[in-house]
């Protein structure tokens, strides 16, 4: 009598645990997949159900990738090991740059055509992404992912205090409208006063006859927004910081691990008690549906979109190597090169159907990693139930408009973690790097983080430059990304350490 032993990877757990075990992975990353919906959503005003719908979306999206990833679908795509994938937050900062230039649903075709783009481009290049590993050491994946928690950090601030900086006033219509009025009658009275005059020599008849332009005596009278910035929406804010930094302290496992869920949760229960959240968008919507391909319209296609998307991807796909490697650390299966480009590949796979089903770039998400070896629970089964428990929250439409009813302020009390998170597990990373003995390191941290910096602290720094070029430019993401790889190129060269980029991605478990 021989028995066939099967890996920890492949064991199927009965039904109940595996549930169990399913919803707990879905708990996990569930505050990290709703965020990115939101961010776009709102930054591309679109509406109330609009931004729903992209939730749930996104939801369906993240299932359907999970099971792709985690089951597997031919020997060209899936990785097979306990892998959730969710929205990555890399993608952010193009996206966001994308909605301001572009607003609306003209706006969100253009993103997903972008995506499709970037999917593509994904697929083709998965097989020789971990040829370049070498290129993106912990000095430049801490950089990378350290300007992604520092560019976000400015949505979280934004949703606490009620919306970006640029909210914070509006134009005085009013006063403006006055101001104008005054001039105009200005204007007739001096041109009434001209016609009455003797006759005058023929240029300065010609000069009468041409209408003075107007202009204001001084500059556009603004003001304040009195919701910006209220003391009772960021008093809530706080108590969502609060109760997260208490959970982390005094909770423990599983309960310490859905933190940041559970202070969005204590926060709406704050703003309801208060009358600041209502649900009656909940009411109106459906309770099932099916999430459709195209549902703004078919996607338009700019290159230089679709190119920014593309380089976006390849530092997405760097960071899943990492992951992928430290996964099969952690479960002690080898990954083949192969198998390694088949994850990739649906990393790729992954972005297009984001494309397709008007949603975003899908990556793995470390947070669930580090659940794999904090529970010790291996079997990618567990992960292949929590794709299919997301497949049915995204076709669940009242979930969706649930999640967009969450004010602005409650998100942002979350955000500030999140998104500080992010940043501190960049500076996390980079904490492992070498700068005693190789102090180039510095430079490479220093002038990256500096580019990235450019477009946060100089908004419009790229005025005089071509149109064409804005999107690329105003990421800080992919100007940290561009200049420390050739910064590492100049000063360290090609030599990669594949060990150090393992306990790298092992370390992101925030991200």
């Not at 602290?457 to 149109?467: D, E, I, K, L, Y």
Request: charged fraction near 10%; include cysteine.
């Amino acid at each position: 009598m021989t028995t066939t032993l099967v890996h920890p990877v492949d064991e199927k757990l009965p039904a109940g645990r595996l549930a169990a075990l399913g919803l707990q992975h879905v708990l996990v990353m569930y505050a990290g997949a709703i965020a990115v919906p939101l961010i776009v959503g709102r930054a591309l005003k679109l509406s109330p159900e609009q931004v729903a719908m992209l939730i749930s979306a996104d939801l369906f999206a993240c299932g359907l990738v999970t099971l792709i990833q985690s089951l597997g679908m031919t020997r060209w795509f899936g990785v097979k090991l306990p892998v959730m994938m969710g929205v990555t937050f890399a993608a952010v900062g193009p996206m966001v740059a994308f909605a301001n230039a572009m607003p609306g649903v003209d706006g969100a075709r253009a993103i997903f055509g972008a995506i499709i783009g970037a999917g593509l481009v994904s697929m083709l290049i998965a097989p020789v992404i971990s040829k370049l590993l070498r290129f993106f050491p912990p000095v430049v994946t801490g950089t990378i992912i350290a300007i992604i928690g520092i560019s976000l950090m400015r949505v979280g601030v934004g949703w606490t205090m009620g919306g970006p900086a640029n909210l914070a006033q509006s134009v005085d219509v009013p006063k403006l409208v006055a101001m104008v009025d005054g001039l105009k009658a200005s204007a007739a009275t001096a041109a009434a006063a001209a016609a009455s005059a003797p006759a005058a020599s023929a240029p300065a008849a010609l000069a009468s006859a041409v209408p003075p332009a107007l202009k204001l005596p001084g500059p556009i009278p603004m003001v304040d927004n009195l919701n910006y910035g209220a003391l009772d929406n960021m008093a809530i804010a706080g108590v969502v910081l609060l109760f997260i930094l208490l959970l982390v302290k005094y909770a423990k496992g599983f309960v310490a691990n859905i933190s940041v869920l559970l202070g969005i949760v204590a926060g709406c229960a704050v703003a309801m008690a208060m009358g600041k959240m209502n649900f009656d968008k909940v009411g109106k919507a459906h309770w099932f549906d099916v999430v459709t391909p195209f549902a703004f319209g078919m996607p338009t296609f700019d290159i230089v979109m679709i190119l920014t998307m593309s380089l976006v991807m390849i530092v997405v796909m760097i960071e899943s190597t990492g992951m992928f490697l430290a996964l099969s650390d952690i479960t002690g299966k080898k990954l083949s090169q192969p198998e390694l480009a088949a994850g990739l590949r649906t990393d790729g796979l992954g972005t297009l159907i984001g494309g397709i089903f008007n949603t975003f770039p899908y990556t793995s998400f470390s947070q669930n990693v580090g659940l794999v070896g904090v529970t010790g629970v291996k079997s990618r089964w567990v992960c292949v139930a929590g794709g299919v428990i997301m497949v049915i929250l995204g076709m669940l439409p009242k979930m969706g408009a649930i999640v967009e009813a969450i004010p602005q302020f409650v998100l942002g009390g979350a955000g500030l973690v999140m998104f500080g998170m992010v940043a501190a597990t960049g500076i996390r990373i980079l904490s492992s790097v070498d700068y005693k003995g190789n102090r180039n390191n510095l430079y490479i941290v220093a002038l990256s983080v500096g580019f990235g910096l450019i477009p946060l602290v100089a908004p419009r720094w790229t005025q005089q430059m071509s149109h064409t070029l804005h999107p690329l430019l105003e990421s800080g993401i992919l100007l940290t990304a561009v200049a420390a790889v050739l910064l590492n190129l100049f000063f360290n060269g090609t030599q990669g350490d594949t060990r150090a980029v393992i306990e790298a991605a092992k370390a992101a478990e925030a991200h």
